[in-house]
């Protein structure tokens, strides 16, 4: 008896499981028969065509060109700028503090961006006003806006490439010795000013490491003193270093300590 009780339920659910979908079904052939004719559905097509001057070929060319500068954008943003350096910064920071995803990586990304915003303005302002719209005003050619575009961006990053690092790549490249700035290829400056933004990160972030491990060595030595080995010292040590980076009003010394840093 129990058995049949239990079957007879599970039949008329799914049969009104399979009713309802049935009248759902007929509703929305029924919507589309209506409204098909009023509402149409582009349609999306890609041809190929062989070019009949050479003015149609030099603009394929030009949006091929266009379509990969977008594609390569996210790469020019990152190791061109202070995107790089501040980003490791702020990751040190986070592992220094050990609040594991506190704040999370969205959070530090954005900031990064909007930092990185805040300190090439000045530059996109020149970029603008020597190449982007002299180019749409058909004052200079492309590769005239290229080389206005190229000039504010090359000052920034030998303000702040060491020596050293572009005597490096100068060297692999097997390029003489440059009598000015300008003899020196971007190609070779740009490689050179990675590595010395990472350089100078990694400097920063071992700075920042230092304080809170003092504060971790101190809390460790008080519970092996107290006798507490199997309490987590960093269980404990994790509000005095939130408390420390508070009171010292951390955020604004480091963020202040790096938009300096690019002046």
Request: charged letters at 15%; hydrophobic letters at 55%; glycine letters at 4%.
């Amino acid at each position: 008896m129990k058995k049949t009780k239990d079957i007879k339920p599970k039949k008329n659910f799914n049969k009104v499981n399979l009713l309802c979908f049935l009248i759902i079904l007929f509703c929305f052939v029924g919507v589309l028969d209506v409204y098909g004719q009023t509402i149409p559905i582009p349609r999306i097509g890609l041809s190929i065509e062989e070019a009949e001057s050479p003015q149609q070929v030099a603009t394929s060319i030009q949006i091929l060109f266009l379509l990969t500068i977008l594609s390569i954008a996210p790469s020019i943003l990152i190791m061109m700028t202070a995107f790089t350096r501040i980003i490791i910064v702020l990751s040190f920071l986070r592992n220094a503090i050990a609040t594991q995803q506190t704040p999370p990586t969205q959070v530090i990304i954005g900031l990064a961006l909007f930092l990185t915003f805040f300190i090439m303005a000045p530059i996109a302002t020149e970029i603008n006003e020597k190449a982007f719209q002299p180019y749409l005003a058909e004052e200079i050619s492309s590769s005239e806006a290229i080389t206005n575009a190229m000039t504010p961006l090359r000052e920034f990053m030998f303000r702040q490439t060491r020596e050293k690092d572009l005597a490096l790549f100068m060297e692999i490249a097997n390029n003489e010795a440059p009598e000015s700035l300008d003899d020196i290829p971007s190609l070779t400056l740009i490689p050179a000013f990675i590595i010395s933004e990472l350089k100078t990160a990694f400097q920063l972030g071992f700075i920042l490491f230092l304080p809170f491990i003092v504060v971790d060595m101190v809390v460790a030595s008080t519970l092996m003193a107290m006798g507490m080995m199997m309490l987590p010292p960093a269980m404990i040590s994790l509000p005095f270093k939130l408390l420390l980076f508070i009171m010292i009003d951390g955020w604004n010394i480091i963020i202040k300590s790096l938009i300096i840093g690019f002046k």
